[in-house]
Protein backbone atom coordinates (compact mmCIF):
# COMPACT_ATOMS: atom_id res chain seq x y z
CA UNK A 1 0.00 0.00 0.00
CA UNK A 2 0.43 3.71 -0.23
CA UNK A 3 3.42 4.47 1.86
CA UNK A 4 3.17 8.43 3.84
CA UNK A 5 6.61 9.82 6.00
CA UNK A 6 6.61 12.85 8.16
CA UNK A 7 9.62 14.74 9.16
CA UNK A 8 10.58 15.51 11.21
CA UNK A 9 8.83 14.02 13.73
CA UNK A 10 9.24 16.49 16.92
CA UNK A 11 10.03 19.97 16.78
CA UNK A 12 10.61 22.58 19.51
CA UNK A 13 10.45 26.43 18.81
CA UNK A 14 10.08 29.42 20.65
CA UNK A 15 7.10 31.80 20.39
CA UNK A 16 7.46 33.73 17.02
CA UNK A 17 9.74 31.19 15.09
CA UNK A 18 8.73 29.84 11.93
CA UNK A 19 8.35 26.07 11.07
CA UNK A 20 8.30 24.15 7.71
CA UNK A 21 6.77 20.73 7.82
CA UNK A 22 7.30 17.69 5.22
CA UNK A 23 5.10 14.82 4.36
CA UNK A 24 6.58 12.50 1.37
CA UNK A 25 4.13 9.93 0.02
CA UNK A 26 4.90 6.69 -2.40
CA UNK A 27 2.63 6.58 -5.17
CA UNK A 28 0.14 9.29 -7.05
CA UNK A 29 -2.35 10.74 -5.16
CA UNK A 30 -5.50 12.74 -5.98
CA UNK A 31 -6.18 13.48 -2.28
CA UNK A 32 -4.50 15.27 0.44
CA UNK A 33 -4.98 17.02 3.60
CA UNK A 34 -3.14 17.75 6.61
CA UNK A 35 -4.55 18.24 9.97
CA UNK A 36 -3.94 20.00 13.29
CA UNK A 37 -4.57 17.47 16.97
CA UNK A 38 -4.58 20.04 19.62
CA UNK A 39 -3.27 19.08 23.13
CA UNK A 40 -6.75 18.12 24.24
CA UNK A 41 -6.67 15.40 21.26
CA UNK A 42 -9.42 17.10 18.81
CA UNK A 43 -8.62 16.64 14.95
CA UNK A 44 -8.80 19.72 12.93
CA UNK A 45 -8.81 20.08 9.01
CA UNK A 46 -6.16 22.68 8.18
CA UNK A 47 -5.88 21.83 4.42
CA UNK A 48 -7.25 19.89 1.51
CA UNK A 49 -4.31 20.43 -1.30
CA UNK A 50 -3.99 17.75 -3.43
CA UNK A 51 -1.97 20.02 -5.64
CA UNK A 52 -0.78 23.68 -5.52
CA UNK A 53 -0.66 26.22 -2.72
CA UNK A 54 -2.79 27.77 -0.83
CA UNK A 55 -2.89 30.08 2.41
CA UNK A 56 -5.33 30.13 5.78
CA UNK A 57 -3.92 32.88 8.15
CA UNK A 58 -0.28 32.19 9.34
CA UNK A 59 -0.57 28.78 8.04
CA UNK A 60 0.19 27.77 4.33
CA UNK A 61 0.70 24.58 2.28
CA UNK A 62 2.23 23.55 -0.72
CA UNK A 63 1.70 19.89 -3.06
CA UNK A 64 4.00 18.60 -5.73
CA UNK A 65 2.30 15.98 -6.60
CA UNK A 66 4.83 15.16 -9.62
CA UNK A 67 7.25 15.10 -6.74
CA UNK A 68 5.53 13.45 -4.56
CA UNK A 69 5.87 15.93 -1.32
CA UNK A 70 4.18 18.26 0.70
CA UNK A 71 4.87 21.36 3.07
CA UNK A 72 3.05 22.72 5.67
CA UNK A 73 4.32 26.34 6.60
CA UNK A 74 3.98 27.96 9.56
CA UNK A 75 4.55 31.31 10.41
CA UNK A 76 5.07 33.28 13.58
CA UNK A 77 4.36 30.88 15.75
CA UNK A 78 2.03 31.02 18.67
CA UNK A 79 2.17 28.57 21.78
CA UNK A 80 -1.72 27.61 20.21
CA UNK A 81 -0.07 25.64 17.21
CA UNK A 82 1.42 23.48 19.69
CA UNK A 83 0.29 20.02 19.05
CA UNK A 84 0.11 17.11 16.69
CA UNK A 85 0.16 17.77 12.48
CA UNK A 86 -0.71 14.90 10.26
CA UNK A 87 -0.86 14.30 6.66
CA UNK A 88 -3.52 11.70 5.21
CA UNK A 89 -3.71 11.15 1.41
CA UNK A 90 -5.97 8.72 -1.01
CA UNK A 91 -5.21 7.27 -4.33
CA UNK A 92 -8.56 7.08 -5.55
CA UNK A 93 -12.22 7.60 -4.38
CA UNK A 94 -13.45 4.80 -2.69
CA UNK A 95 -9.60 4.02 -1.57
CA UNK A 96 -8.42 4.10 1.65
CA UNK A 97 -7.01 7.36 3.57
CA UNK A 98 -3.51 6.65 5.01
CA UNK A 99 -2.17 8.91 7.58
CA UNK A 100 1.41 9.48 8.14
CA UNK A 101 2.84 9.10 12.13
CA UNK A 102 3.00 12.93 12.41
CA UNK A 103 4.77 15.32 13.59
CA UNK A 104 4.55 16.80 17.03
CA UNK A 105 5.27 20.56 17.48
CA UNK A 106 5.87 22.68 20.45
CA UNK A 107 5.72 25.64 20.84
CA UNK A 108 7.45 27.85 23.90
CA UNK A 109 6.31 31.29 25.55
CA UNK B 1 -17.61 18.67 14.32
CA UNK B 2 -19.59 18.17 10.93
CA UNK B 3 -22.49 16.57 13.03
CA UNK B 4 -20.57 13.20 14.15
CA UNK B 5 -21.18 11.95 17.53
CA UNK B 6 -19.34 9.10 18.78
CA UNK B 7 -20.42 6.98 22.02
CA UNK B 8 -19.41 5.78 23.95
CA UNK B 9 -16.82 8.87 25.22
CA UNK B 10 -15.14 6.41 27.39
CA UNK B 11 -15.45 2.72 28.28
CA UNK B 12 -13.14 0.04 30.13
CA UNK B 13 -13.75 -3.45 29.53
CA UNK B 14 -12.31 -7.03 30.30
CA UNK B 15 -10.33 -9.10 28.05
CA UNK B 16 -12.51 -11.44 25.79
CA UNK B 17 -16.12 -9.62 26.17
CA UNK B 18 -17.41 -8.10 23.55
CA UNK B 19 -17.61 -4.24 22.87
CA UNK B 20 -19.20 -2.13 20.46
CA UNK B 21 -18.72 1.75 19.61
CA UNK B 22 -21.19 3.44 17.59
CA UNK B 23 -20.61 6.32 15.17
CA UNK B 24 -23.47 8.59 14.17
CA UNK B 25 -23.48 11.17 11.81
CA UNK B 26 -26.21 13.93 10.98
CA UNK B 27 -25.36 14.97 7.52
CA UNK B 28 -26.10 12.22 5.33
CA UNK B 29 -22.61 11.38 4.21
CA UNK B 30 -21.59 8.50 1.75
CA UNK B 31 -18.16 7.76 3.22
CA UNK B 32 -17.23 6.78 7.01
CA UNK B 33 -14.01 5.35 9.11
CA UNK B 34 -12.45 4.14 12.40
CA UNK B 35 -9.38 4.90 12.79
CA UNK B 36 -7.61 4.04 16.22
CA UNK B 37 -4.62 6.32 17.20
CA UNK B 38 -1.53 4.59 19.38
CA UNK B 39 1.49 6.57 20.37
CA UNK B 40 4.14 5.93 17.89
CA UNK B 41 1.65 4.88 15.11
CA UNK B 42 -0.21 7.81 14.67
CA UNK B 43 -3.88 7.30 13.04
CA UNK B 44 -3.73 3.75 11.39
CA UNK B 45 -7.72 3.09 9.47
CA UNK B 46 -9.63 0.29 10.89
CA UNK B 47 -12.69 -0.70 8.21
CA UNK B 48 -14.25 2.22 6.17
CA UNK B 49 -17.72 2.21 4.29
CA UNK B 50 -18.45 3.75 0.88
CA UNK B 51 -22.02 3.33 1.25
CA UNK B 52 -24.73 1.35 3.28
CA UNK B 53 -23.79 -2.22 3.45
CA UNK B 54 -20.43 -1.36 1.68
CA UNK B 55 -17.75 -1.27 3.97
CA UNK B 56 -13.71 -2.44 3.22
CA UNK B 57 -11.00 -3.24 5.45
CA UNK B 58 -8.31 -0.75 6.59
CA UNK B 59 -4.68 -1.39 7.61
CA UNK B 60 -5.87 -2.41 11.01
CA UNK B 61 -9.00 -4.72 10.62
CA UNK B 62 -7.79 -8.05 12.22
CA UNK B 63 -9.95 -8.71 15.18
CA UNK B 64 -12.19 -5.77 14.20
CA UNK B 65 -15.34 -6.01 12.28
CA UNK B 66 -17.96 -2.95 10.99
CA UNK B 67 -21.74 -2.50 10.13
CA UNK B 68 -23.51 -0.15 8.06
CA UNK B 69 -27.07 -0.97 7.72
CA UNK B 70 -28.08 3.20 7.75
CA UNK B 71 -26.41 6.37 6.03
CA UNK B 72 -26.29 7.48 9.43
CA UNK B 73 -24.70 4.49 11.84
CA UNK B 74 -21.01 3.15 11.54
CA UNK B 75 -20.82 0.76 14.09
CA UNK B 76 -17.68 -0.67 14.85
CA UNK B 77 -17.65 -4.41 16.94
CA UNK B 78 -14.35 -5.52 18.64
CA UNK B 79 -16.14 -9.40 19.39
CA UNK B 80 -13.52 -10.29 21.94
CA UNK B 81 -11.62 -7.39 23.42
CA UNK B 82 -8.04 -7.98 23.83
CA UNK B 83 -5.22 -5.59 26.25
CA UNK B 84 -3.71 -4.57 22.46
CA UNK B 85 -7.18 -3.05 21.94
CA UNK B 86 -6.48 -0.62 24.26
CA UNK B 87 -6.90 2.49 22.40
CA UNK B 88 -8.52 5.93 21.26
CA UNK B 89 -11.01 5.23 18.46
CA UNK B 90 -11.81 7.91 16.08
CA UNK B 91 -14.53 7.88 13.83
CA UNK B 92 -14.64 10.25 10.66
CA UNK B 93 -16.57 11.20 7.69
CA UNK B 94 -15.86 12.91 4.46
CA UNK B 95 -17.37 15.75 3.00
CA UNK B 96 -16.63 16.88 -0.22
CA UNK B 97 -12.80 16.55 -0.22
CA UNK B 98 -12.14 16.86 3.47
CA UNK B 99 -11.97 14.47 6.53
CA UNK B 100 -13.53 15.46 9.63
CA UNK B 101 -13.02 13.61 12.98
CA UNK B 102 -15.54 12.89 16.00
CA UNK B 103 -14.55 13.17 19.23
CA UNK B 104 -12.85 9.74 20.07
CA UNK B 105 -13.66 7.04 22.34
CA UNK B 106 -11.08 6.31 24.78
CA UNK B 107 -11.16 2.51 25.36
CA UNK B 108 -9.61 0.40 27.76
CA UNK B 109 -9.12 -3.36 28.12
CA UNK B 110 -8.11 -5.06 31.29
Given at each position: GIQVEQSPPDLILQEGANSTLRCNFSDSVNNLQWFHQNPWGQLINLFYIPSGTKQNGRLSATTVATERYSLLYISS??????GVYFCAVER????KIIFGKGTRLHILP | DAGITQSPRHKVTETGTPVTLRCHQ?????YMYWYRQDPGHGLRLIHYSYGVKDTDKGEVSDGYSVSRSKTEDFLLTLESATSSQTSVYFCAISAGEKLFFGSGTQLSVL
Open positions: SQTTDSGRDD | TENHR
